[in-house]
C-alpha cells in the first residue's frame, strides 16, 4: 500500500462546477499538508498549506483536513478553464522530513 | 510566494555528454535545496537534498557519481547530468523551502531529452 494515495483522473468538470479532490493516507505522523497545481511541462505550485485538521479557505479553493480519517480534500468553487491541470496532494510529519507526494489527479474543466 | 528559478527549461543532448541545470532562489536564501525527477503522468520523485556547504544527500537507488550536485552559494544548487544516456530523459524539479521547510517552491523544471 502507497503511504499516499490519489485518483489519477482524469476528472472532467463542465465550467463553473465545484470539484472536489481528494487523498487518503496511511502514516499517522502527517501533520503537515499542501496542495499543488501542476500545469503541463512546469512545476508544481503551491495552492493550500494546512497544518493538522481543520479547514483553509483561499478564495475559490478550500482544503480540508480530517486526520481520524486519514483523508484531506481541496475542493475549488466556480471552476475555470485555467483550472485545467493536475493536482497533487503532498504530506510531512515536519521536524525536518520529506515531503510525501501523492500520484496527482488530473482535472480538465470544459466549456 | 517565493520564487525559485531554473534553467534551462529543456535540453536536448548527445549520449554521453553531460548537462548542468541551475537552480536558483531569486528572493529569499536556500540552505537546502531538493531535486526531483517526474516520468509522464507519475508523481514526483525525490533524487536528492542539496546541501549549501556540504555534500548532498540522495536518495535510495539514485547514483551520486551520475547526478552531481552542487549547493555553492545560499541561492544557487545546480545538478550535472554526467554522460548522459536515453534513460536519463526526464523532467527534472528543483524546490527549496522558503519560511517553513514543509512549505516547497519549486522551479518551471528542465526537460531532459537524450539522443
Known amino acids: 500500500q502507497k503511504e499516499v494515495e490519489q485518483d489519477p483522473g482524469p476528472l472532467s468538470v463542465p465550467e463553473g462546477a465545484i470539484v472536489s479532490l481528494n487523498c487518503t493516507y496511511s502514516?499517522?505522523?502527517?501533520?503537515?499538508f499542501m496542495w499543488y497545481r501542476q500545469y503541463s511541462r512546469k512545476g508544481p505550485e503551491l495552492l493550500m498549506y494546512?497544518?493538522?485538521?481543520g479547514n483553509k479557505e483561499d478564495g475559490r479553493f478550500t482544503a480540508q483536513v480530517d486526520k481520524s480519517s486519514k483523508y484531506i480534500s481541496l475542493f475549488i468553487r466556480d471552476s475555470q478553464p485555467s483550472d485545467s491541470a493536475t493536482y497533487l496532494c503532498?504530506?510531512?510529519?515536519?521536524?525536518?522530513?520529506?515531503?510525501?507526494f501523492g500520484t496527482g489527479t488530473q482535472l480538465k474543466v470544459e466549456l | 510566494g517565493a520564487v525559485v528559478s531554473q534553467h534551462p527549461s529543456w535540453v536536448i543532448c548527445k549520449s554521453g555528454t553531460s548537462v548542468k541545470i541551475e537552480c536558483r532562489s531569486l528572493?529569499?536564501?536556500?540552505?537546502?535545496m531538493f531535486w526531483y525527477r517526474q516520468f509522464p503522468k507519475q508523481s514526483l520523485m525525490l533524487m536528492a537534498t542539496?546541501?549549501?556547504?556540504?555534500?548532498?544527500?540522495?536518495e535510495q537507488g539514485v547514483e551520486k557519481d551520475k547526478f552531481l550536485i552542487n549547493h555553492a552559494s545560499l541561492t544557487l544548487s545546480t545538478l550535472t547530468v554526467t554522460s548522459a544516456h536515453p534513460e536519463d530523459s526526464s523532467f527534472y524539479i528543483c524546490?527549496?523551502?522558503?519560511?517553513?521547510?514543509?512549505?516547497?517552491?519549486f522551479g518551471s523544471g528542465t526537460q531532459l531529452s537524450v539522443l
Open positions: 524546490s527549496a523551502p522558503a519560511d517553513r521547510f514543509e512549505k516547497l517552491f
Open positions: 502514516n499517522s505522523a502527517f501533520q503537515y
Open positions: 494546512t497544518y493538522s485538521s
Open positions: 503532498a504530506m510531512s510529519a515536519g521536524g525536518g522530513n520529506k515531503l510525501t
Open positions: 528572493d529569499f536564501q536556500a540552505t537546502t
Open positions: 542539496s546541501n549549501e556547504g556540504s555534500k548532498a544527500t540522495y
